[in-house]
């Protein structure tokens, strides 16, 4: 059974940062793409950053500059650096990482953790 645990969500004024970890356990072989999505209310959920298992990153224009995407294959975790958060960066962020399990490669999702941006 494999886990992705989120955590570093909050509450934070415009302007400052963030960063959020998502942790994965259990039964695994290797880590290939990771990344966020996130998800305000009323809207569609949207891919913020990917990071491939060499490194490669990927960004969302409206983040471009501000966040940063990292891993740590050693802690089997996925980090995102929010910087000059903005109130529009308000939303639930998601975690995702395509893992190879001894059955098989599948996409697991963390439970979500809120960000929200606001003085």
């Known amino acids: 059974q494999v886990q992705l645990v989120e955590s570093g969500g909050g509450l934070v004024q415009p302007g400052g940062s963030l960063r959020l970890s998502c942790a994965a356990s259990?039964?695994?072989?290797?880590?290939?793409?990771m990344g966020w999505y996130r998800q305000a209310p009323g809207k569609q959920r949207e891919l913020v950053a990917t990071i491939t298992r060499i490194g490669s990153t990927n960004y969302a224009d409206s983040v471009k500059g501000r966040f940063t995407i990292s891993r740590d294959d050693a802690k089997k975790t996925v980090y995102l650096q929010m910087n000059i958060l903005k109130p529009e960066d308000t939303a639930v962020y998601y975690c995702?990482?395509?893992?190879?399990?001894?059955?098989?490669?599948?996409?697991?999702w963390g439970q979500g953790t809120q960000v929200t941006i606001s003085s």
């Open positions: 259990g039964s695994i072989l290797s880590m290939y793409t």
């Open positions: 995702y990482c395509n893992i190879q399990t001894f059955a098989a490669t599948v996409t697991y």
